[in-house]
């Protein structure tokens, strides 16, 4: 009778834990959270640096005939960039966008005639571009781009000196001028996952951008009846942090 008993209790124990387990709730884990979209705008600000060459001669003004051999001067130095944009997904690894942007230069160069043996201190001291950029998602934290637009640069007044030990100043000068052109350019953006808020990011970028050659009377014409015909390409490399206001989008990315 106790062994019936105890074999009784013993089953009975054993259905009652099966049962309970069977009645907890199956929790299943939690999905993963989604792919970041990169729709939206933002705006950013960063640091870079940059450099100049340019081609230039000396000509009739009027009439524009070159008078002396074609020289090559250059310039150097660091830039600030702030600027915005917005950009749509477009499809699971495709983004398109269009944005403006303001550099603060401070490019130096010396400006050499090696003919005529005068000489200045030439600096491009801002630019601006606007333009659109094509981008690629290899990683949903990532986008490769190209971008390309339209840009102008500033370059400040030059008085001219002999090119002589004592350098000695001369009544000649050179007017600031702005440049007309176009930028070609690639980089990535890199959405920083670490910290405690979403929306920031961390983006580099190269541009080359070419201008239209321009002719800058030396003056007083009164005495030298010539200009300068320059033309003028500029290479900058910038790192930006951007803060991205994502509003969504009908395309979800999925890897």
């Known amino acids: 009778m106790k062994k019936l008993l105890i074999a009784t209790a013993a089953v009975a124990l054993v259905t009652v834990g099966t049962a309970s387990a069977a009645d907890l709730a199956y929790k ?7 792919a970041p979209t990169w729709t939206g705008c933002y705006v950013d600000a960063g640091v870079g640096y940059g450099f100049y060459n340019q081609s230039h001669y000396a000509e009739t003004d009027p009439g524009l005939v ?33 944005f403006a942007d303001y550099d603060f230069m401070n490019l130096k160069g ?3 005639e090696s003919f005529s043996g005068l000489l200045g201190s030439e600096s491009e001291t801002a630019s601006w571009a606007v333009g659109g950029r094509v981008g690629f998602l290899p990683y949903p934290n990532l986008m490769t781009f190209v971008s390309a637009g339209y840009t102008q640069a500033q370059f400040g007044s030059m008085s001219l000196s002999t090119d002589t030990v004592p350098s000695v100043a001369t009544p000649f000068a050179m007017a600031s001028n702005t440049y007309s052109g176009w930028f070609i350019g690639g980089g990535y953006e890199y959405r920083i996952p670490w910290v405690a808020f979403n929306g920031l990011y961390w983006k580099t970028e190269y541009r080359y951008a070419s201008y239209q050659a321009a002719d800058i009377p030396i003056t007083p014409l009164t005495i030298t009846h010539t200009a300068e015909h320059m033309q003028k390409d500029t290479q900058t490399v910038t790192t930006s942090l951007v803060w991205k206001f994502s509003w969504g989008g009908p395309v979800v990315a999925k890897y």
């Open 28 to 34: 299943a884990p939690p999905p993963p959270p989604p």
């Open 66 to 98: 070159q008078l002396t051999p074609t020289a090559n001067t250059a310039g150097e130095g660091w830039l600030g960039r702030v600027g915005g944009g917005c950009d749509y997904q477009v499809a699971p690894m495709f983004v398109i966008g269009a």
């Open 110 to 112: 010396t400006f050499q």
